[in-house]
């Protein structure tokens, strides 16, 4: 049976190998070094120690403290963890200007979408990139019920029932009360991808780069699937039902500096 610490270290590797196999080759950048990058939602930090290895001066913000206290013993000091949220002003006007901030799979957990966008847009650099990933909300497996102990419960698109019939399937598959809580929070925040694209734009930022993958990047670690995208891109409808993973690469509108 696997530990917290057995996870912990998974969910590291993975990271690590998610940095180096397939963000590393997204991003437009080719020379690291003394680049400013933050992750949000930083999690073990595998992600970052890559990035740090090519010489990048890394920050991360994590909301746990089980997970930033995991990073910041299992990283370089050279690191800096945070153990914040990107929604609190006060806190974020103590970040220094980033060259690049990476949200991976962490947008869909954050209740203030708006408020946590503008306060990216303030430490980001003007000629700075935002990489953003995540499931979109009508897609098969955006309530993250992937997870679910029970193989039975990992039914696709369950989490687009009501509440309560959700609740009612995750209790009959055996998921305990902390963790069906989890998964109707996930609900509740799960966003299409028509309304990411709204609030980016709304927030001053121009999508430089996107994909839409129906077998997501990260599944190849996971499942040994090799990613694919989605077709049908350019009907709404088929793109937000098979788009497992959105992926965008995000600037800032140079509109925006003249007002």
Same mark, same amino acid.
């Given at each position: 049976?696997? =530990?917290?610490?057995? &996870? ?7 990271? +690590?190998?998610?940095?180096? =196999? ?44 089980? &997970? ?35 949200? &991976? ?46 193989? +039975? ?32 929070? =996930? ?6 991808? &028509? ?10 930022? =121009? ?5 839409? +993958? ?46």
């Amino acid at each position: 049976m696997k =530990t917290g610490l057995d &996870r912990q270290n998974k969910f590291f590797k993975e990271q +690590y190998w998610y940095a180096k =196999t397939f963000l590393k080759n997204y991003l437009p950048n080719v020379n690291y070094k003394n680049i400013k990058i933050l992750e949000i939602g930083s999690a073990e930090g595998g992600c970052l120690k890559f990035f740090n290895k090519l010489g990048a001066k890394c920050y991360g913000i994590e909301i746990s403290k089980g &997970r930033n206290k995991y990073a910041k013993n299992r990283n370089s000091k050279k690191i800096k963890f945070l153990l914040g949220d990107i929604c609190d002003s006060s806190f974020v006007d103590k970040i220094p200007k980033m060259d690049i901030i990476i949200l &991976r799979d962490v947008i869909e957990h954050i209740d203030q979408k708006l408020v946590a966008m503008k306060n990216i847009y303030s430490i980001l650099k003007r000629n700075g990139i935002i990489f953003v990933s995540y499931p979109p909300k009508y897609s098969p497996y955006a309530g993250h019920q992937q997870n679910v102990k029970n193989k +039975y419960g990992r039914l696709p698109f369950i989490h687009l029932l009501p509440p309560f019939l959700y609740s009612k399937i995750l209790n009959l598959f055996g998921e305990k009360e902390i963790r069906i809580k989890g998964h109707l929070s =996930t609900k509740n925040l799960m966003i299409s991808i &028509r309304k990411i694209e709204k609030i980016f734009n709304k927030t001053g930022f =121009t999508i430089y780069k996107k994909d839409f +993958y129906f077998i997501r990047p990260c599944f190849e670690k996971r499942f040994g699937l090799k990613p694919r995208k989605t077709i049908l891109n350019n009907c709404p409808i088929f793109r937000e039902v098979f788009t497992l993973g959105a992926i965008y690469l995000l600037k800032k509108n140079y509109l925006s500096f003249k007002q």
